[in-house]
């Protein structure tokens, strides 16, 4: 059973970091891509970032968020991070890690694996 849970969300003011982790279960993860997602109230789901599988690991990034975030993943720990830096208060929103194989697409629903999600909150 695959399982994807995520964690390190949480209350920052505006201009701080967040780390976010992913653990993954059940899957060869190395074969898989990682994407997050966000969701923020009363908006659709929006794509923010991707890693492609190990062997290529490339990364991709929604505009609103380029040059602040940075996805990375770690395959002998089966985790995916995702670094934000520079956290805006429109950066408020549950986000999701979700899992594929091999390459990741901007659109959720190519997705198979879905964690449950971690609030973060920005203040401003």
């Known amino acids: 059973q695959v399982q994807l849970v995520e964690s390190g969300g949480g209350l920052v003011q505006a201009g701080g970091s967040l780390r976010l982790s992913c653990a993954a279960s059940?899957?060869?993860?190395?074969?898989?891509?990682l994407g997050w997602f966000r969701q923020a109230p009363g908006k659709e789901r929006e794509f923010v970032a991707r890693?492609?599988?190990?062997?290529?690991?490339?990364?991709y990034y929604a505009d609103s968020i380029q040059g602040r975030f940075s996805i990375s993943r770690d395959d002998a720990n089966k985790m995916v991070y995702l670094q934000m830096n520079s956290l805006k208060p429109e950066d408020t929103a549950v986000y999701y890690c979700?899992?594929?194989?091999?390459?990741?697409?901007?659109?959720?629903?190519?997705?198979?694996?879905w964690g449950q999600g971690t609030q973060v909150t920005v203040s401003s």
């Open positions: 890693i492609n599988w190990s062997g290529t690991s490339a990364t």
């Open positions: 059940g899957l060869t993860f190395s074969t898989y891509a």
């Open positions: 979700a899992a594929r194989p091999f390459t990741g697409t901007n659109y959720d629903g190519d997705y198979d694996y």
